[in-house]
């Protein structure tokens, strides 16, 4: 080999060196990414809520009178029957001591409707007085006009001044007994209430169950005083459950009645199905924990699971609820996380051939965890879910289970 030639394989040798040293300092490894497959599938849109039991049926027994409450003859839980368990016991209030001034202005109203009953009692004895002589002049009269002495004018006559004679008795007859029930007034004021009729049972009132259940509340066991209207126990039947959820005024606005819903944290194993039954039409301003005032309303549902597979849950118990907004059966969908904004648009990464590709979507409905897609993407396309900064469109990337 000739010095040249020589020297020209050295500097081929050497140069492959230096593009091969350049390659390996200049060369970008691969971004180690996550994937996941673009699938169809179930899939749902739902509005998650915490909510709480309530009885459909509640019936709140109050006082009927003033006075006081016996002691409670049942205690929560204990069964009733309609119509059939007493649940209360109410006793007439006492009527309280009349003060020397009070008393004298009762014993003068008494002394008044005991001289009004004799005054009736005189102008009755006045009226009957005059009824039997208007009584035979009227007989007189109608035998003459029979015989044709008297004419039928006077017959007429007396026959008016009869029946006014008659109506004077009867006025006299409803003055007495006016005055009799004014006596009968002032004596009840001036009674002196008697201690030993407090305990008498056929003074009490006694409160059956209005309908049939179990008693889920009782206000006060022990005897006590009440007004009218004051609480005394509540009745239902814990069986007869619905549900109560406190949601955004922006979701019930999406969600119809009828919509499906899993409830789910209520104790027991698996989860419950209920039914959306109505929306309060009127929505309240709530403060959240954040500080943020919010305007909520309440949503009604109905358990549809049968009460034998739901035992032990009651009356108040917390649970939690996915109310459907929305639901499709065989839907394209991938994981929200692989989404990311290009101006007004929504993109993904897409693998292909171990590069990223930037690819715009068009979404439909999402939830929490997947999205449904309209356009943009086939089925079993893979995308890189949370993309880093490191990813951008023509990037090399590489699968971390690969790693």
Not at 55 to 61: G, K, N
Not at 131 to 137: G, K, M, N, P, V
Request: charged share 25%; net charge negative.
């Amino acid at each position: 080999m000739s010095v040249s030639t020589r020297n020209l394989t050295l500097f081929a040798i050497g140069a492959a060196v230096v593009l091969g040293l350049g390659y390996v300092s200049f060369r970008t490894d691969p971004v180690p990414v996550d994937l996941v497959e673009v699938v169809r599938g179930p899939m749902q849109v739902t509005v998650n809520a915490d909510g709480r039991t309530q009885v459909r049926d509640l019936y709140e027994i109050a006082s009927p009178i003033a006075g006081t409450a016996l002691r409670s003859p049942v205690d929560v839980g204990d069964p009733v029957t309609k119509d059939v368990t007493v649940v209360a016991v109410v006793q007439p209030g006492t009527p309280g001591l009349l003060d020397d001034r009070t008393r004298r202005q009762a014993e003068a109203e008494l002394s008044e409707a005991t001289a009004s009953l004799h005054l009736a009692e005189t102008e009755l004895l006045r009226a009957e007085k005059e009824h039997s002589f208007y009584q035979t002049q009227f007989d007189r009269t109608k035998a003459l006009a029979e015989r044709g002495v008297a004419t039928v004018t006077s017959l007429e006559d007396a026959t008016q001044a009869l029946e006014i004679a008659e109506a004077a008795v009867a006025a006299a007859q409803a003055r007495i007994e006016l005055a009799q029930g004014t006596i009968a007034k002032a004596e009840a004021s001036l009674m002196v209430p008697d201690s030993s009729d407090t305990f008498q049972d056929s003074c009490c009132i006694r409160i059956k169950a209005p309908s049939d259940g179990v008693v889920l509340s009782v206000a006060t066991v022990s005897q006590r005083p009440v007004n009218p209207g004051t609480p005394l126990l509540t009745i239902g039947d814990p069986g007869e459950l619905e549900l109560v959820a406190d949601i955004l005024s922006s979701d019930g606005v999406r969600l119809k009645p009828g919509a499906p819903a899993s409830v789910e944290r209520w104790g027991g194993d698996g989860a419950l199905e209920a039914r959306l039954d109505h929306i309060e039409p009127a929505a309240r301003t709530k403060v959240s924990a954040l500080g943020i005032e919010e305007q909520r309303v309440d949503a009604y549902l109905s358990l549809v699971t049968p009460r034998d597979e739901r035992p032990g849950l009651g009356d108040g118990f917390a649970v939690f609820l996915r109310i459907v907004e929305w639901q499709g059966d065989d839907v394209l969908q991938l994981p929200v996380s692989a989404l990311f904004r290009v101006g007004e648009d929504w993109a993904v990464f897409v693998a292909s051939d171990g590069t990223a590709s930037r690819r715009i979507v068009q979404i439909g409905h999402r939830n929490n965890q997947n999205a449904e897609i309209l356009s943009g993407i086939d089925e079993g396309e893979r995308v890189i879910v949370h993309p880093s900064d490191q990813i951008a469109d023509g990037v090399t990337i590489i699968e971390r289970t690969e790693l």
